[in-house]
C-alpha cells in the first residue's frame, strides 16, 4: 500500500471501533498518516463511553463488533448531544448492497468494504471531515441568526414600549392637566359659584375622555403609527377613516 505525505490540516480525533485488531492497528495508522488523532476501541460499547466521554471528529466503526453493533452503535451516538454532527463511516467485511442499503438507511453516512484501497479512505476520511466542518458552521450560523433575531424582537418590544408610553403621555397630558386645573378652581371657588359646577362637569368629561383612551390603547395596532416630534413616532390610537 503506497502512503503519501500526511495532510497539512487541523488535526482531528477520529474514532475507530474494530473487534478485530488487524484492523484496528492498520486503520489506526492510517489515520495518524493522514495527520490526524486514532482514538482506538474493540467494540460498539467502549466507542459509545469514549464519545460521552469526548465526542470525535468522526467515527469509523465496523459492521458486527461485541455489545453493540455498528448500527446500534450509530443510533446511540446520534441521542448524545452533538452526536448527531459526527459522521458515521462504517468500514467492514460485509459487502452486499442490502447491508450497504440497510447502513445508510439507519444513519451510517458513509460505507466502505475491507479490503480497503488507502486513496479511497483518505478521500472519504476528508469528505466527512469536511461534512462535519459545514455543519458545525451551519449550526453556528444558526444559533448567531438566533441571538440576532432575539436580539431584534427585543428591540422591537422596547421600541413598541415606547411609542405607547408616547402614545399615552400624548394622548392623556390634555385631559389631566385639565383636570388638574378643574381641581385647582374646585379648591378656590365656593360652591355656589357657578363656575364650581361647570368645572365638575368639565373633570367628568375629561375623565370619559381618558377611560375612552385606555380602553383605544388595549386594543391598539403596533402598526398603527403617526409622526411625534422630531422624527419620533407614536402609536395612533384610532385609524384614518
Known amino acids: 500500500m503506497e502512503i503519501d505525505k500526511p495532510d497539512t ?22 489515520i495518524s498518516i493522514l495527520g490526524h488523532s486514532p482514538v482506538v476501541v474493540n467494540g460498539g460499547g467502549e466507542a459509545i463511553e469514549e464519545c460521552e466521554r469526548e465526542l470525535p471528529d468522526l467515527a469509523i466503526v465496523d459492521y458486527m463488533m461485541p455489545s453493540l453493533t455498528g448500527i446500534e452503535m450509530c443510533h446511540k451516538l446520534k441521542t448524545i448531544p452533538g452526536g448527531e454532527l459526527v459522521p458515521i463511516l462504517m468500514l467492514t467485511a460485509r459487502d452486499s448492497m442490502q447491508d450497504k ?3 445508510l438507511e439507519e444513519g451510517v453516512d458513509d460505507y466502505l468494504t475491507k479490503p480497503f484501497n488507502y486513496q479511497e479512505l483518505r478521500a472519504r476520511v476528508k ?20 441571538k440576532m433575531q432575539e436580539r431584534l424582537v427585543a428591540t422591537e418590544r422596547q421600541v413598541a414600549v415606547g411609542q405607547l408610553a408616547g ?6 397630558g ?12 374646585l379648591e378656590k ?21 381618558m377611560v375612552e383612551m385606555i380602553d383605544s390603547l388595549r386594543n391598539i395596532k403596533a402598526s398603527a403609527r403617526e409622526a411625534y416630534f422630531e422624527g419620533t413616532e407614536i402609536l395612533k390610537l384610532k385609524e384614518d377613516e
Open 167 to 172: 402614545t399615552a403621555a400624548h394622548q392623556l
Open 127 to 146: 469528505a466527512l471531515l469536511r461534512v462535519r466542518d459545514l455543519n458545525l458552521k451551519l449550526v453556528a450560523k444558526n444559533e448567531e441568526l438566533k
Open 9 to 30: 490540516g487541523t488535526e482531528r480525533r477520529i474514532l475507530i471501533a474494530d473487534d478485530d485488531p488487524d484492523s484496528r492497528i492498520v486503520v489506526a495508522s492510517v
Open 101 to 103: 442499503i440497510s447502513a
Open 189 to 209: 371657588l365656593p360652591k355656589e359659584d357657578p363656575k364650581f359646577m361647570s368645572a365638575i362637569a368639565a373633570i367628568k368629561s375629561d375623565v370619559r375622555r
Open 174 to 185: 390634555q385631559p389631566l392637566s385639565a383636570i388638574m386645573l378643574n381641581c385647582f378652581l
